[in-house]
């Protein structure tokens, strides 16, 4: 493969685990259906545009473990059906309320037709098999499929309790060949977090590669000599590709990047707010108001609140220029940075896979018009394990503890408004290695008990709960996650303590957090 430089797209697909049975409609379950509606879909749409009109595309993905669950479970999946159902009522109704709008009309019928086309393909061409869809373009060579935590742990605030780190990357790698059948051959970090050590552990589970921001590498032992157009090895041979720092700002940066375009839809005016609460809570679980319908009118125009009706033909224009410049910006970096270079350089773009269609929703459209316009260019795009299978070898340097949060760093995990959650967290990882090493060898009843302390465990670690009480959208929902979980281990503790079991109650824990049915909790024990 011959080039004159690499783009390595890598996409973090990741939601935390939501899902409760014993409520009829749950509001935070629509994270995943808005994301499923709103980008999953939307991106293999656009993968099976691409491989019908014959044009190649390479990316990595990462799908995280507690995704994977959601997305194969049987009553998340009818309660999506479900929820497009309900879309496509508001959506028929919108038509009919804006049927003489010349301007918002259209509008209405866009979406209409959005839903339509997400119900068709999740039922009838996917058969309610999202993953299958995934394992298809995975196993044909266009995407290269990383796993991550488990639950998606910040994985520096853990490091004083290794059993707990060990079990997050077991319990990932079970539950990603379980679902794909072979062994991934990188990990994705959850939020770049890094620090130096890690390689040991990830190196243990034979993973052979991850990406770390363009600070920690740049801040590594010894300084990096090409800066993100090269990945470093740290000195037990584990590789990390650099985050490339031109490549995010031109797409993620908050006020200057492509999704702040005022031509591109606005994400948060919507019906759902513009609109009387009794118009809206027949579509809605619990009847709320004041809530995301995902029907979105207005253009982002500016920092202002006198928005400009969204032109879906101006949008659709500027993301393909917007492809374009983005190419042309990777082709002179490459330029620049290929006089310096013994192999050609490589730029590794990291996003979190919401981005695309969900909080940008011309992301999907900007997508196909970077394949669509790569072999125009004298750049190749490569999966992360292609790359690495070209150029095994690199410069030895390690990087420093980093992250892709604010300030580079941790305190987004890590601060007044979290911190609490943390000695809760770290007793219970404490405990459940001191069960683990006291009942080494449990079959039955017992073993299922043990099997969902580990649950909780894992659970208890995830960095979204910590995250959205920092950002404050949430908070108390995130709070209570972290309560539930640590509560519910608790009361394991306590039964095992006393050589008892609550059957009935273990039975509906286990239907109610039914991740991880693989899981064995005898990954907490101490590594000797």
């Not at 090895?233 to 590709?241: K, T």
Request: charged letters at 25%.
């Amino acid at each position: 493969m011959k080039s004159k430089g690499y783009v390595a797209l890598v996409l973090n697909a990741h939601l935390p685990f939501v899902r409760d049975p014993a409520q009829p409609a749950f509001l935070e379950e629509r994270w995943l259906f808005e994301a499923l509606s709103e980008t999953y879909l939307p991106l293999l749409r656009v993968f099976r545009t691409l491989e019908s009109d014959g044009v190649p595309f390479k990316a990595t993905l990462s799908i995280s473990p507690t995704l994977c669950s959601m997305l194969g479970d049987s009553l998340l999946g009818s309660r999506y059906i479900a929820y497009v159902d309900t879309q496509i009522a508001l959506g028929e109704r919108e038509v009919a309320r804006t049927a003489n709008d010349p301007t918002f009309g259209p509008l209405a019928s866009m979406y209409l037709e959005l839903y339509r086309q997400n119900r068709h393909d999740y039922v009838d061409v996917y058969s309610r098999d999202v993953l299958g869809a995934v394992d298809y373009h995975y196993k044909r060579g266009r995407l290269e499929l990383l796993t991550t935590a488990a639950t998606h742990a910040f994985l520096p605030n853990f490091r004083l309790v290794p059993e707990a780190l060990a079990a997050q990357i077991e319990t990932a790698l079970v539950s990603h060949r379980t679902r794909f059948g072979k062994q991934p051959a990188g990990i994705w970090l959850p939020h770049l977090g890094w620090y130096p050590g890690l390689e040991d552990l990830l190196k243990a589970y034979n993973l052979h590669y991850s990406v770390v921001t363009t600070r920690g590498a740049l801040l590594g032992n010894p300084l990096p000599l090409h800066g993100s157009f090269e990945p470093v090895q740290c000195p037990n041979g584990f590789s990390v590709f650099v985050r490339d720092a031109a490549a995010t700002e031109a797409v993620w940066a908050d006020r200057t990047g492509y999704p702040a375009d005022p031509v591109y839809r606005d994400f948060y005016r919507d019906i759902g707010y513009d609109l009387p609460s009794r118009e809206i809570s027949p579509y809605v679980p619990g009847g709320q108001s004041s809530v995301f319908t995902g029907f979105k009118y207005w253009a982002v125009t500016g920092h202002t609140a006198d928005k400009r009706p969204y032109d879906r033909g101006l949008a659709v224009a500027r993301a393909q220029a917007h492809a374009k410049a983005f190419l042309d910006g990777r082709q002179e970096k490459a330029g620049a940075a290929a006089q310096s270079l013994d192999r050609p350089p490589l730029m590794v773009c990291p996003y979190d896979a919401e981005l695309f269609g969900h909080w940008w929703f011309e992301g999907p459209l900007w997508l196909e018009a970077l394949f669509r316009n790569a072999k125009e260019r004298e750049l190749t795009f490569v999966t992360l394990g292609e790359y690495h299978h070209l150029y095994p070898e690199s410069q030895v340097s390690t990087p420093e503890f980093s992250s892709w949060g604010d300030k580079g760093y941790g305190e987004v995990w890590l601060d007044g408004s979290n911190d609490w959650i943390y000695r809760h967290v770290f007793k219970a990882c404490e405990r459940m290695t001191e069960l683990a090493e006291r009942f080494p060898d449990e079959s039955g009843l017992r073993e299922r008990i043990l099997n969902q302390a580990a649950r909780e465990v894992l659970l208890a670690m995830g960095s979204d709960w910590p995250l959205l009480m920092r950002t404050g959208r949430s908070s108390s929902f995130a709070r209570s996650r972290i309560e539930e979980a640590v509560g519910n281990f608790g009361k394991i503790y306590d039964m095992l303590s006393a050589n008892t079991v609550a059957t009935e109650w273990l039975t509906r824990l286990e239907k109610h957090n039914n991740v991880f049915p693989m899981l064995n909790y005898r990954m907490f024990r101490k590594k000797h």
